[in-house]
T-cell receptor, first 110, second 111 residues
Framework: QKEVEQNSGPLSVPEGAIASLNCTYSDRGSQSFFWYRQYSGKSPELIMSIYSNGDKEDGRFTAQLNKASQYVSLLIRDSQPSDSATYLCAVKLGTSKIIFGSGTRLSIRP | DTGVSQNPRHKITKRGQNVTFRCDPISEHNRLYWYRQTLGQGPEFLTYFQNEAQLEKSRLLSDRFSAERPKGSFSTLEIQRTEQGDSAMYLC?????????FGPGTRLLVL
């Protein structure tokens, strides 16, 4: 079992709709979770971090965490063409090591 | 520029040659990571430093790979006797308490 799992996509969403990205992780002791966006040919950039169960909102982005189910998700409201990218879920194991999923490719169609 | 920097940005080498990459982290960050990323995959953890101490190294990392951070500032990643399978983007990241920032990466092509 991979430590962090994501559906590779591509996920195609119409402009203006809600995009929902999901991630599961294997280490039940993990406490810190991150979503990164990566455009083709560029390095990852942090969008959201979440540490507690529930929802965390930042502009059009909402991260959701359910530690009991070992599940973290990212919602993007009012999707824009500029949101088309690969979204990486990352989990901090212990105090230091940060592990990434393989990413979900998101395509926003006009 | 106060972000993470990496040099060179691109490297083409012949199989069997040694290559060395440099990473300069954000100055106040004492944690530094190296990752490798191939097309269609997420960043794969290679190694981690806190200050000058290398605290963890991936079991997937062969003995041909070595990393240093001699003064707890910049870091180098060396690959000896490169193989075609080493072709990838090598990413460096530094971290403060929780937020990890990536450099632009070094793209390696082994011919």
């Amino acid at each position: 079992q991979k430590e962090v799992e994501q559906n590779s996509g591509p996920l195609s969403v119409p402009e203006g709709a809600i995009a929902s990205l999901n991630c599961t992780y294997s280490d039940r002791g993990s406490q810190s979770f991150f979503w990164y966006r990566q455009y083709s040919g560029k390095s990852p950039e942090l969008i959201m971090s979440i540490y507690s169960n529930g929802d965390k909102e930042d502009g059009r982005f909402t991260a959701q965490l359910n530690k009991a189910s070992q599940y973290v998700s990212l919602l993007i409201r009012d999707s824009q063409p500029s949101d088309s990218a690969t979204y990486l879920c990352a989990v901090k194991l212990g105090t230091s090591k940060i592990i990434f999923g393989s990413g979900t490719r998101l395509s926003i169609r006009p | 520029d106060t972000g993470v920097s990496q040099n060179p940005r691109h490297k083409i080498t012949k199989r069997g040659q040694n290559v060395t990459f440099r990473c300069d982290p954000i100055s106040e960050h004492n944690r530094l990571y190296w990752y490798r990323q191939t097309l269609g995959q997420g960043p794969e953890f290679l190694t981690y430093f806190q200050n000058e101490a290398q605290l963890e190294k991936s079991r997937l990392l062969s003995d041909r790979f070595s990393a240093e951070r001699p003064k707890g500032s910049f870091s180098t990643l060396e690959i000896q006797r490169t193989e075609q399978g080493d072709s990838a983007m090598y990413l460096c990241a530094s971290r403060n308490e929780e937020t990890q920032y990536f450099g632009p990466g070094t793209r390696l092509l082994v011919l």
